[in-house]
């Protein structure tokens, strides 16, 4: 099993800022193959603006062509207007996700952090940290986003693993 390859993609949604990582993991090693973000005008009608967060992931899906994409699950926190919009670009995000047959594995923060760093508390410079050494990194990726992005298809790609060897059994 060691040599099997995994391309993941993980999405960190947001209608203005929307985070992706892609990593091929190989037994236990994890390389970023891309990241960055797409970046939409708040200026822009909302519709346009999802329109450019599709259109920039499909044409990424189409590129790397991976095998599961992980995105976090969408989380009610102090700013529920805020929720809204990243909900409505997670919804985008999820289509895009369907029209190209890919599955997806939603994560929380906690399960993500607790992948990546070992504690499901840790901060967001432990994983910024850890997503930089994991992938052997010159610096760390920038911006948060993306590096956010790096961690859910980290993390991502180690649960299709698991579960992929666990079925295979």
Same mark, same amino acid.
């Given at each position: 099993?060691? !040599? ?12 203005? /800022? ?5 990593? @091929? ?6 390389? $970023?193959?891309? *990241? ?15 329109? +450019? /967060?599709?259109? @920039?992931?499909?044409?990424? #899906?189409?590129? *790397?062509?991976?095998?599961?994409? !992980? =995105?976090?699950?969408? *989380? ?5 207007? &805020?929720? =809204? ?11 895009? $996700? ?9 994560? &929380?923060? %906690?399960?993500? +952090?607790?992948? =990546? ?10 994983? /910024? ?24 298809? #980290? ?5 299709? %693993?698991? *579960? ?6």
């Amino acid at each position: 099993m060691s !040599g099997d390859k995994m391309l993941a993609l993980g999405i960190d949604p947001g209608s203005a /800022i929307c985070g992706y990582g892609v990593v @091929e993991l190989t037994g236990g090693q994890a390389v $970023a193959k891309n *990241f960055g973000v797409i970046t939409t005008s708040p200026k822009a009608r909302m519709q346009d603006r999802l329109l +450019k /967060i599709h259109t @920039e992931l499909d044409a990424l #899906i189409k590129t *790397f062509r991976p095998q599961i994409m !992980g =995105i976090e699950k969408l *989380f009610f926190g102090k700013n529920a207007t &805020t929720a =809204i919009p990243v909900g409505q670009a997670r919804g985008v995000v999820l289509l895009c $996700a369907a029209q190209n047959d890919l599955d997806v594995l939603e994560i &929380t923060p %906690n399960e993500v +952090k607790q992948s =990546i760093t070992g504690y499901g508390g840790a901060d967001k410079a432990q994983v /910024i940290y850890m997503v930089t050494k994991l992938l052997k990194l010159a610096e760390p990726p920038k911006p948060d986003d993306a590096a956010d992005a790096l961690a859910i298809a #980290i993390a991502a790609g180690y649960e299709a %693993n698991s *579960f992929a060897r666990r079925n295979s059994l």
